[in-house]
């Protein structure tokens, strides 16, 4: 095992600590106020003038200077950072000492007065000061400890220590669903929460994770979707639902990817496809405002007009002006005859399936400002319903902002036994080696034999979305923990 210097050094500090009859690690603190409560309540003005206000703030050091007979510090938590100055003829000859003694990293508490340097930097006069946690490892280098991208990732704790735009997005993120929650209760919505294990995985086509149950001796799923749950809600009489949690998708990684990953589904009943168009842009636009209070963003250096109304097209339409040669009404043949006589690549697929491969090869990335894409061909959308007027077609729609998939939502499918027809026919494919496909939930279809009404339904994916608003460049940046190969550590 290799030795480090500067941690076998701490360790012999905390020795000494404890040797002094001072706990490093003592149950509790006294903290009046935050920092952020110190810089609103500050002096107004810019003279050396000790306040007559006492109070206790405490945080973590990330600086340390020693001048003659004075030693600042700097302190942060969790709202921001304060100048500690602390003079030896303001402590006894062994607390001074004592204080000289800490390092870069360790918690402290601090009791004192407020006041402005002569410069104007508003820091506190220590007349007491605590540890609060000894600090073992030193601190990442702000300026160039912490770029090593993984070493972020898998180290998310230095990343927030040493990045104050990581801390600030993170803080965003969670603003933006205190948002969707707040406005989704606002329309009469109420949250639920439905299994995370599951007997069958369905809803989606994934491959899922596969764990077991002891006791019962079973393999359960990690949900790659709350669909068929939270339509059983709908039939037992909760008309307006939603669920923003976790799905698991055993599925690769990119910039895009995340096998654990955060959806909101949102499933209102006497609605429909038209009605999920409305209310995904009045969320995401009402969230934007509330959030980061505008409309035109940019990401990753390209502009982005949120501005409603949204761009709403048919799905056959864009392939058609991308591609330059006629999709409706032709079928899958005629598709591939047509692609492939004018130079263009693709495979044997169902029509549907050709359509979809047409699209992300040729549309998808062209997609900046939102742009609702709808109308989809009915054998990739076994759970939306047919439209009446247009056979083989289904009123299901897809969200696209910068070239990314954010929501898809349907007029869900209620006839019970079209919706067994079409579980048939996608078993079809799974007996070809489509490990995607998800296998019959009977309890599904136990439950719409029983009757559900007319609904819209909605799954959005809130880590894409976060990744847009904070400019992140991949979905590893908004997620706290994400999903990494195992490394050994010594």
């Excluded at 933006?176 to 299994?195: A, D, N, W």
């Excluded at 910039?255 to 589904?265: D, G, V, Y």
């Excluded at 079209?418 to 070809?432: G, I, K, N, Y």
Aim: charged share 30%; hydrophobic share 40%; aromatic share 8%.
């Amino acid at each position: 095992m290799i030795i480090d210097p500067l941690i076998e050094n701490r360790k012999k500090k905390l020795d000494q600590w404890r040797r002094y009859g001072i706990d490093p690690y003592p149950l509790r603190c006294k903290r009046i106020v935050s920092i952020a409560q110190v810089h609103a309540s500050s002096l107004s003005s810019s003279s050396d003038e000790v306040s007559n206000a006492k109070t206790d703030i405490a945080g973590r050091i990330i600086a340390m200077r020693h001048m003659g007979r004075a030693c600042f510090l700097d302190i942060i938590d969790g709202s921001g950072k304060l100048q500690v100055y602390a003079t030896k003829t303001d402590f006894e000859e062994e607390a001074y000492q004592r204080l000289l003694e800490l390092d870069i990293g360790d918690f402290i508490g601090v009791s004192g007065f407020i006041f402005r340097t002569r410069s104007g930097e508003l820091s506190i006069k220590a007349k007491e000061w605590t540890l609060l946690a000894k600090a073992l490892r030193p601190l990442p280098e702000k300026w160039h400890g912490l770029q090593n991208i993984e070493m972020r990732y898998r180290h998310r704790a230095l990343d927030l220590i040493a990045n104050e735009e990581v801390r600030k997005r993170f803080i965003l993120r969670s603003e933006f669903i205190r948002v969707i929650r707040q406005y989704l209760h606002g329309k009469s919505f109420i949250e639920v929460e439905t299994p995370i294990m599951q007997l069958l995985y369905g809803g989606a086509s994934a491959r899922p994770f596969i764990t077991h149950h002891n006791t019962f001796d079973i393999d359960l799923y990690l949900r790659i979707a709350k669909e068929l749950y939270l339509k059983q809600l709908i039939i037992g009489g909760l008309e307006r639902v939603y669920e923003l949690g976790k799905d698991f998708r055993n599925e690769g990684i990119s910039t895009k990817h995340n096998p654990e990953f955060t959806m909101l589904e949102i499933y209102e009943a006497y609605s429909d496809y038209e009605g999920m168009m409305t209310l995904v842009e009045d969320l995401v636009t009402h969230s934007l405002r509330a959030t980061i209070g505008a409309m035109r963003i940019t990401y990753q250096g390209k502009e982005i007009d949120f501005t409603p109304p949204w761009k709403r097209v048919k799905i056959e339409e864009l392939v058609e002006q991308a591609v330059g040669f006629t999709i409706t009404g032709r079928n899958a043949a005629e598709i591939y005859g047509d692609a492939t006589a004018r130079g263009i690549t693709v495979p044997l697929l169902s029509r549907g399936k050709l359509i979809e491969f047409l699209f992300d090869e040729y549309v998808e990335t062209k997609l900046i400002d939102p742009t609702i894409v709808k109308d989809y061909p009915i054998d990739i959308s076994p759970l939306a319903k047919e439209k009446p007027e247009e056979k083989g077609i289904t009123e299901r729609f897809e969200l696209f902002v910068c070239g990314m998939e954010i929501a898809n939502a349907f007029t869900e499918l209620n006839d019970p036994l079209e919706q067994r027809t079409r579980f048939l026919q996608q078993q079809a494919q799974r007996r070809t080696g489509d490990d995607e496909t998800p296998p019959i939930d009977e309890d599904f279809l136990f439950a719409l034999e029983h009757g559900m009404p007319p609904t819209g339904g909605i799954g959005i994916g809130i880590d894409r979305l976060v990744m847009i608003i904070t400019d992140a460049p991949s979905i590893r940046d908004v997620i706290l923990f994400p999903t990494l190969k195992h490394r050994s550590r010594t």
